[in-house]
């Protein structure tokens, strides 16, 4: 499995020459001129030198652009460097720390030192944790599977000059971790990572990390007549699709009756779409359609290593969506735990089914908070493209808070509405509800109106429909096509904009 080790070295100081001539690699940020004078973190000791070289007597000015000289010193220094403002937004920030990070990944460095110059210590803190991000998620090697392997990853440490961070960016380290592990298990093909492999993986980090793991098999759904989840899986030649349950319990206790955060996560190891089979420029990809169970994992890792004072309930929907003569199809009705009767319409809208029986369960435990994340519709990526990610709620009163943690946090989400008219796309003439329209019209919120029937207890819940799962070339301090968006996105919501429940 993946390994994460990553740290950050802090200096006080500024460097002096004498220490920038001795390290290879270096980032250093720059603020536009006019903010600098307001300012205060100190000059890096070469900065006239790489402000006037590239624009003559004009002073850089703050954008998105990444210069790269060689210092004129003994081991000719490469510096990549930028020019923001203080103001500059968290996501342009983030894509900034990326292409810096970039630079030196490339040169196979094991350290990257950095000065923010020119900032107030406020701003210092906000740019020195996008580096570190940025860094800590280009560190970690995805599966590779050549014969003969490429070089790993050497980036295992930041040099901080200028600012130290009392908690040494725990919690960014934590998220970078909990990333990493999701881009991980995402990029395992899906012979490799099967409902069984993936259970291995699950059983060692819950020994590893102390959370109770309970795994209800395909036996013990057909007790809870659980006939959503188990219409899918129905199609596997082998039986090992399952809803995993974790559970981490705070290290100091502070009442049993307190409540635990719930997250529920569309784990389909390969969506081949079923009876209705998907075309093959639709299905290629198809192994990484898990990976909203893979966040709602990495969620739970970062939670872990922060060691947060309340419970964590994590449920992860596992399960195939194969062909076969076994496989559910159109027009078939099966009845949901909680009694609820569908009537089947396509069965590549197999995630709302699994997480259908899977949102029951959760919900039951009447949890604080639940929040789901799926790679659940085609329809999201036609209305918000791959850089950002939709997100539902039944507590319209939080949507500002919703929005405003994708825009702090640079893992952008954007809402939809979820009225109730729009059930009158699901109306069924022969069950209670339909499980998609046939013709696809904002299916992204007819999903989300069908999963919001399975949200019982009146729990306040939030649905991340991960259309920006993947983009090619990265998203914001992610290096990767894989993005495991959401740890990021969750952490904020959780820590810093917490919403009204
Ligand atoms: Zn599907």
């Excluded at 699950?202 to 020994?207: A, C, D, P, Q, V």
């Excluded at 970062?302 to 559910?328: E, K, S």
């Excluded at 699994?354 to 036609?382: E, F, H, R, W």
Aim: with cysteine.
């Amino acid at each position: 499995m993946i390994k994460f080790d990553f740290k950050i070295r802090q200096k006080p100081l500024a460097p002096t020459t004498t220490q920038v001539d001795k390290l290879k690699n270096w980032i250093v940020l720059f603020a536009e001129p006019a903010a600098a004078a307001r300012r205060q973190s100190e000059p890096f000791p070469y900065q006239p030198l790489l402000t006037v070289r590239l624009s003559g007597s004009a002073p850089l000015r703050a954008g998105s652009e990444v210069y790269v000289t060689d210092l004129p010193n003994s081991i000719g220094s490469r510096v990549a460097y930028a020019c923001i403002k203080p103001d500059i937004k968290s996501f342009e920030l983030l894509t900034l720390a990326r292409k810096l990070v970039a630079v030196h990944k490339k040169l196979h460095a094991s350290s990257i030192a950095v000065q923010v110059s020119g900032f107030g210590a406020t701003e210092q803190h906000r740019i020195c944790e996008a580096i570190v991000a940025a860094a800590a998620s280009a560190s970690v090697d995805m599966p590779s599977f050549k014969s003969k392997p490429a070089k790993a990853s050497t980036l295992n440490q930041l040099e901080i000059y200028g600012l130290v961070q009392k908690d040494s960016y725990r919690r960014t380290l934590a998220e970078a971790e909990g990333n990493a592990l999701c881009r991980w298990l995402s990029v395992m093909p899906s012979n490799k990572l099967t409902p069984t492999d993936y259970l291995a993986h699950i059983k060692t980090l819950s020994r590893e990390n102390g959370w109770k793991l309970d795994f209800l098999d395909v036996k013990a759904l057909q007790r809870k007549k659980a006939g959503a989840f188990l219409a899918v899986a129905q199609g596997s030649p082998v039986a090992d699709a399952g809803i995993v349950h974790l559970r981490y319990t705070p290290p100091a206790k502070k009442s049993a009756k307190q409540k635990a955060l719930a997250l529920v996560g569309k784990g389909i190891c390969y969506d081949t779409g079923g009876t209705n089979l998907k075309p093959a420029k639709f299905m290629f990809g198809m192994h990484e359609d898990m990976q909203g169970s893979a966040v709602a994992l990495g969620v739970l890792l970062t939670l872990t290593r922060l060691q947060v004072n309340f419970p964590v309930d994590c449920w992860l929907a596992l399960a195939m969506n194969h062909i076969g003569p076994l496989a559910y199809k159109p027009n078939d009705v099966v009845t949901a735990s909680d009694g609820t009767t569908i009537e089947i319409v396509h069965t590549d809208a197999e995630g709302r089914m699994v997480l259908a029986d899977t949102l029951v369960m959760a919900s039951n435990q009447k949890p604080s908070l639940l929040i789901d994340y799926a790679t659940l519709t085609g329809a999201c990526v036609y209305s918000v493209g791959t850089s950002y990610s939709g997100v539902f709620t039944n507590r319209p009163d939080s949507i500002a808070t919703l929005i405003k943690a994708g825009v702090e946090s640079g893992e952008r989400v954007w809402p939809f509405p979820l009225d109730e008219d729009y059930d009158d796309g699901l109306k069924s003439e022969i069950a209670d509800v339909k499980q998609c329209a046939m013709e696809g019209n904002a299916d992204h919120i007819l999903a989300a109106r069908f999963l919001q029937r399975f949200v019982k207890q009146d729990t306040p819940w939030v649905h991340i429909d991960l259309s920006s799962s993947r983009n090619k070339g990265g998203l914001a301090h992610i290096p990767t096509d894989t993005i495991g968006f959401g740890i990021r996105y969750t952490l904020n919501l959780l820590m810093d904009n917490r919403i009204d429940t």
